[in-house]
């Protein structure tokens, strides 16, 4: 399976980007669906993520700014980020869980502009 990540850029503070994961496989049966960050010289952290029951969670510095959602119909996953601030900046990585089995995307780069 490969998950490839896309839609990342520059972008001044206050406004918005949307991220996209696709799989290369189905993801109806996925069992977990999570977007990561990791700024320079930082830990990789969980932002939001999905469960298979469409419950959402978000890390508290993100709630009511960024919203995760998934299309089965396009095997796609997304983030999509609004009044971003430069603590917003990283590399952000999508993964996604089939039975007990990760998959991780490449890193797409957020870099936001105060």
């Known amino acids: 399976v490969q998950l490839q990540a896309f839609g990342g850029g520059l972008v001044q503070a206050g406004g918005s980007l949307r991220l996209s994961c696709v799989a290369s496989?189905?993801?109806?049966?996925?069992?977990?669906g999570g977007w990561y960050r990791q700024a320079p010289g930082k830990q990789r952290e969980l932002v939001a993520s999905?469960?298979?029951?469409?419950?959402?969670n978000y890390v508290d510095s993100v709630k009511g700014r960024f919203t995760i959602s998934r299309d089965s119909a396009k095997n796609t996953m997304y983030l999509q980020m609004n009044s971003l601030t430069s603590e917003d900046t990283a590399v952000y990585y999508c993964?996604?869980?089939?039975?007990?089995?990760?998959?991780w995307g490449q890193g797409t780069l957020v870099t936001v502009s105060s």
């Open positions: 999905i469960s298979s029951s469409g419950t959402t």
């Open positions: 993964k996604m869980r089939w039975v007990w089995t990760d998959f």
């Open positions: 496989r189905s993801i109806f049966s996925i069992n977990f």
